[in-house]
């Protein structure tokens, strides 16, 4: 494992919960194949249940969350 994939699995759930960082490591999506994140206190999570059984967890950013509470 290269150090670059080390860094990464060493920080899995901060960089899963800071779309910044994530960005910045060019890393578009970090989760598993069921919903899964480890929340942290103070940030929004989105859950959504699709009509097939399955569902989504996502960190909800600034701009979304403005968007949700609008409507």
């Given at each position: ?5 080390q860094h990464i ?17 060019g ?44 409507n």
């Open positions: 494992m290269s150090e670059f994939e699995w060493d920080d899995f759930w901060t960089i899963a919960n800071d779309p910044v960082k994530a960005e910045e490591l890393i578009r999506a970090a989760h598993g194949n069921a919903a899964s994140i480890r929340v942290q206190v103070g940030k929004k999570y989105q859950l959504k249940r699709r009509s097939t059984g399955e569902f989504s967890l996502r960190l909800m950013d600034d701009d979304a969350l403005k968007v949700v509470c609008s």
